[in-house]
């Protein structure tokens, strides 16, 4: 049960080339099948484009690689929203339309407007997800009319807009309905593996499995419960059963945080394997990747020699056993739903500086451009929208994502261009040249949120090079322009944001240990062992986000971050936190845990 500390938590924060291998080659739980479904929804777009004859393509295809979602709930729902929020945008650009008709520097001062309120939407508001998108919809929709016959002004505003968004919101509802699995099916899938992960590394702990399941602890319960939300939108699962899953969600997540955490003292750990736990941890990972959630599970046989792995049997016993309560309609009192706004979105001027730094880059972009009269580096004022980052620390640490990324997708673009498409003698040849591609680029999409955004890139290089007009291209000048558009952005964007009012994550990294600190003192005082697991998966959250936040904050100029001892303390103590949590869920060590809770208040308070 014990686990390489010292070693494992600097090759998590400093990462090298074998490690960002690993992630890229990580099979994580639903990652092919939810990559394959993002490749097919995206060549989808492209076909139903190809068919209607979108202008730009490539927007409505990296639109709906941005937003598709891993099950047909989350995707219907998302697909159902952009359609109605189409015929809102097409009533504001209309509007903007008439505004600016002629008139160039209204027509700028909109630009400009409108980009302050997408930024600012979303960094102070729960369209986050979706605002920039929206942003360099409408924004890149206003810049294009200004580049066609006054005669067609307002139909073609309308129509691009419209299938901008249009498409890939189809898409979503009528593909994502269709090959998407059921919610509860996501749910039961992340259950699985964490059993299997518990199994794993009770059999036996290397590098790779270490890092897997840390990786795997950290994103906690959030998505899994999230998934059995939108389960309970289908209507065909009952309450009880969905409880059961809930509660095995949060159990799963306490196995595999007991399995991994060394927090027991050296002299009473028994290396002697428990094999009949291991078999019951395999033999329920088995029932839910088959889709059956058992009503109960047997207490695996432990002797006197295995003491250590009591309190993983008690979960296990208790794996789909919810509180009584938590049957109930009304079981779960919610806490109050926050507003649409973010509680400070008004008072914290660091929103506002957002917006202002972002939408400065989009309108430098955007004067360059004009200026040079070089319309095919448009792509310059995309890229300001999808690489803005609050912190210093991020726009350092994705720089070279976006970086990597786009040249590889450019690459592999170019390279489609010269020896690929020139062979092609129908649709159907470069509906897999776009599935293949886009596969790739899902895939790196779907793994660890530290290489992720590089598959993101790889798409927007591959989709701006190789889609123009109503279909694909063979013209070089097309692929470099837009390629070299997307360095200018990002070069940009990180100049912007990294000259003016630049804020460093070390700033936040107190309030997520203070975060972290009042999850564990809400888990030592649940009542129910229930309520014990379902405060630990959201400390791993916490702590999840804490680590990311240190991650940043190393990336930043030494300038920034003067307070390296104090850095390094912060990491020490999340650490500690992530020991404290799993030896809460140990009866025969909680006490021990409640005295090194108690001194971690007392650093923090």
Sequence with gaps: MARPATKAEFSLRNPGLLRLWRMVC????????????MAAGCTATVLVGEIWQV??????????????????????????AVNILIILLLAFVYLWIRLT?????????????????FFFLGSASKLKPIAYMLGFCVVYGLIAIDQVPVGELITRAILYVDLFIAVPGVVMLVIGLLICPSPRTIAMQGIAARLRMSATLLSGIDDVAHERATDLLREGTGGLIKSLKMARLEKMWSPEELARLEQAANASEGLLSLALTDHLPEETRNRELPLSLIDALNASAVLFEKGICPESTARPALNDEQSEYRAMANILEMLTVPAPEATGKKAEKQAPKSGFFAADAFTNPDHTRFAVKGTASVMLSYFIFSILNWPGIHTCIITC???????????ISKLTLRIVGALIGGAVGIAAIIFVIPHFNDITAFL??????????????????RIAYAGFQIGIAFYL????????TTDMVTARDRILGIMLGNFVTYAMFTSFWA???????DARLKT??????????AVTASGQLACAASVQEAVSLAERQSEYAFAEPDHMRADMNHLEQLDGLFHEAETISAALLDPAARQHAETRLAHLESIIS
């Design 385 to 395: 929208f999808i690489v803005a980052q609050p912190t210093m620390g991020e726009m």
């Design 26 to 37: 990580n099979p994580s739980p639903g990652r092919q099948g939810h990559a394959l479904r």
């Design 55 to 80: 202008p730009d393509l490539a927007v409505p295809a990296l639109v709906t690689m941005a937003i598709w979602q891993k099950d047909r709930v989350t995707n219907a729902l998302a697909g159902v």
């Design 432 to 449: 897999c040249l776009v599935f293949v591609v886009s596969l790739l680029a899902a895939w790196i999409k779907t793994g660890d949120e």
């Design 516 to 525: 972290i600190v009042q999850r564990l003192g809400k888990q030592r005082d």
């Design 101 to 117: 008709l002629d008139n160039p520097m209204a027509l700028t001062a909109a630009i400009a407007g409108l980009s302050f309120c």
């Design 465 to 472: 090079t190789d889609l123009k007009g109503y279909g694909p």
């Design 503 to 509: 804020s460093s994550a070390f700033n936040g990294i």
